[in-house]
């Protein structure tokens, strides 16, 4: 099976794009053509798929993008046996065109819920933009095959789709976690906590537990980050591929998800969460409900209230000087994450859609 997987909103290192589908694709013995914006991030197509390049879709500077991919979908449809697209902006690629194989999109947020976190488009057009996104929905549900990444998302579509949830690889085995250093791993934002990561850090200076950031910044928090890391209040390491960012998680006294109490988020289970309990660290959260349950379920980690830096400080102490709770907790989100959030049991079930959608026989 050959497979068309296209983003120009997504970098192209993605975690649930790359990772984990295309990596599931590819080790099952298929050919993947991945289709994503390389240049304007800075980055190379990796050399087990087949790499082209495309404009990346950003604020309002979006229809060059989908007009590329438009092309590029047209160019290779007779090519490939399936499409995956991972934007909903990518729906105007496709919808319309004549004689086109199998195409899926995979459905990683609420777009419609994503809006209010959007500082470029003016609030008089959210509404608008709203009613469209919802009608875009519709026509997709009905005319493409749909995969979605939370359960909660089911709600929006009349008929029941595939749940691709947002799990991770889960090391064979990983190393205890530490006492002096807390890690943050995904887009910062001011609604993902980024200011109130700093004010940890500070807090944090005088106990000599060092606070680490990685992940691409947006435009409006990239200025205070730039000062915090000047001011050596932090360390920032920008956007790392998520092989490789994985790796910093190893031996951190905790993982951070400050997330602010914003609509989209309130459905969402962030895949930070799961990627800290992967690599054996207790899990530090707001009280967003997903997170909550997950964290409570395994007893993995502390919850704390919305924009408190002050109290995130204080559990981030309590952790470092109660050694043997930091390690429960460490172990036992470890083990929830191994038996129920390995991508490998969920990889199977993803690859088998696709060549049921495809027509072709594993």
Do not use: C
């Amino acid at each position: 099976m050959h497979v068309l997987v296209m983003t120009v909103v997504h970098h192209p290192e993605d975690a649930r794009i790359l990772h984990r589908q295309i990596r599931a694709l590819v080790d099952a013995g298929h050919e993947v053509t991945y289709a994503a914006p390389y240049t304007a991030r800075g980055v190379m197509a990796r050399s087990w798929v087949n790499g082209v390049d495309l404009p990346r879709a950003a604020e309002r500077k979006r229809l060059s993008a989908v007009r590329a991919a438009r092309k590029v979908f047209k160019r290779m449809r007779d090519q490939v046996d399936l499409v995956v697209i991972h934007d909903p902006e990518l729906l105007l690629a496709v919808v319309g065109v004549r004689k086109r194989p199998p195409v899926v999109w995979d459905v990683h947020e609420d777009t419609p819920a994503t809006l209010s976190l959007k500082p470029w488009l003016p609030a008089f057009l959210r509404p608008p933009v709203r009613f469209m996104a919802r009608m875009l929905e519709g026509t997709a549900e009905r005319h493409l095959h749909l995969l979605l990444a939370e359960t909660a998302y089911a709600g929006r579509f009349h008929r029941a789709h595939l749940v691709v949830p947002n799990e991770t690889w889960v090391p064979d085995d990983v190393t205890p976690p530490g006492d002096d250093r807390i890690v943050y791993l995904g887009w910062l934002s001011e609604a993902r906590g980024v200011r109130d990561a700093i004010e940890v850090a500070r807090l944090l200076r005088p106990y000599r537990v060092a606070v680490e950031l990685i992940g691409y910044a947006d435009p409006q928090s990239r200025p205070t980050l730039n000062e915090a890391v000047a001011e050596g209040v932090l360390e920032w390491r920008d956007f790392m591929p998520n092989d490789e960012a994985l790796k910093r998680l190893d031996g951190a006294l905790a993982g951070l998800s400050l997330l602010h109490d914003e609509p989209n988020y309130r459905h969402s289970m962030p895949t930070k969460i799961v990627e800290y309990m992967a690599h054996g660290i207790p899990v530090i959260t707001t009280p967003s409900p997903r997170a909550v349950e997950l964290v409570e379920r395994y007893n993995s980690g502390l919850v704390v209230p919305w924009e408190d830096p002050k109290a995130v400080a204080q559990a981030v102490l309590s952790l470092r000087d109660d050694v043997r709770e930091r390690h429960a907790q460490g172990a036992r989100g470890y083990a929830a994450a191994r038996a129920n959030h390995h991508w490998p049991n969920s990889a199977r079930r993803f690859v088998s859609q696709l060549e049921a959608w495809a027509g072709v026989k594993s």
